[in-house]
């Protein structure tokens, strides 16, 4: 009898011939996992990097990543000693290097609770917080929770691809609803309301916004809130960007408005505190009127993650100390780096004629600009536009299209400013050597 591995087999002539093998065909080949792993952010970044000039890589200009959104390349934003030093005494204690609970760390998850309620009108508990490996872990449990036959799921265009690449593997279809770039990108509620239906299951917020650098007002914040309330809907908040706000708009967590509607809060420490590596994120149940748990959405998140991996323990044991240590000093002088940065890209952008830039960006470290592919000359879209620049410039940016938005590009601010201003000068000789000749 043949097994998993294939059994013994006889040709015609009596030799033994190859096994017939009985699992299937790589994934990487086609199906679900094929189609989200190459719509992915990294994919698409690898195939724009690929474009760069071998010799030109090697040559006195440095390639320059405005694609990624990790800004520690930088020497300039680097995470507070407080930080470091609470890793360090976590490691030195020896008190961290067993397992923990699936769900986290009890003191770890407190401390993340107490942080979280300083901006709520009501306060979570430690049984609120669940710890996850970074805000991707996050992401996929809450996708993986709300994968059930026959439901759909809002998520906003432009977005964060990652979304959209697990619930295509989950197999749970996703419906688009538009931000408004003429309006700081707020999202379009009445198409919101015009896509819902008795089978969606959540709609998905990313506020400050990765990719698009808007910040929402309370105004704009109360509005979601009342729309998914009569729609029935589930919030997910992603707030990986927390507190990175520097325009007018003042960071406001969705889940102030908890008690019109419930809210699930995805976050993490890498941005805030530059440590993107660390991978330690959160799910955080925002839910005074305790929907979720009556309806078990609490449970079915603790089931999987009792299936799945768990944060680094000592990064988790150092979570009350890096909380309780770092300065506010410490946090402001990166909101200065930021909003110099993205005062610097705004104003570069407007000398440049090709590219237009619709908002300001006020938050996060992102901003989106427009192609205008009538003046450049022979690109045929946003991803040809990124390749060449790459190639001819040793500039990267990420194509729109893999944000959902085609002829476009997300420009990561978050570097030095000798470099943007370097980078910005490399992108305005492209556009300006590839701009169509005017009568």
Known sequence: MEGVGGGKRRGDDGAEAAPRWRFSRPSSQGGPLAAAGLTSIRAVLNRVNSSVDAAAAGGPRPVLRLGNGDPTASACYRTAPAAEDAVVDALRSGAHNGYSLTVGVLSARRAIAEYLSRDLPYELSANDIYLTSGCVQAIEVMISVLAQPGSNILLPKPGFPLYESRTTFSNLEVRHFDLIPERGWEVDLEGVQAIADENTAAIVVINPSNPCGSVYSYDHLAKIAETARKLGLLIIADEVYDHLAFGNNPFIPIGVFGKTVPVITLGSISKRWLVPGWRLGWIATCDPNGILKEAK???????????????????????????????????????????????????????????????????????????????????????????????????????????????????????????????????KSFCQRHGKLEN
Not at 325 to 335: A, H, P, S, V
Request: one cysteine or more; proline letters at 5%.
């Open 297 to 427: 959405v609490n449970q079915s998140i603790e089931n999987y993650i009792n299936i799945s991996t768990d944060p680094a323990t000592f990064v988790q044991g150092a979570i009350p100390q890096i909380i309780a240590n770092t300065k506010e000093d410490y946090f402001n002088k990166i909101l200065d780096q930021l909003r110099n940065a993205a005062d610097l890209c705004y104003d570069k952008i407007k000398d440049i004629k090709g590219i237009t830039c619709p908002h300001k960006p006020e938050g996060s470290m992102f901003v989106m600009v427009k192609l205008d592919l009538s003046y450049l000359d022979g690109f045929h879209d946003d991803m040809d536009f990124c390749c060449r620049l790459a190639k001819e410039e040793s500039v990267i940016v990420l194509p729109g299209s893999a944000l959902g938005l085609k002829n476009w590009v997300r420009i990561t601010f978050a570097i030095d400013i000798p470099s943007l201003v370097d980078a910005f000068e490399r992108i």
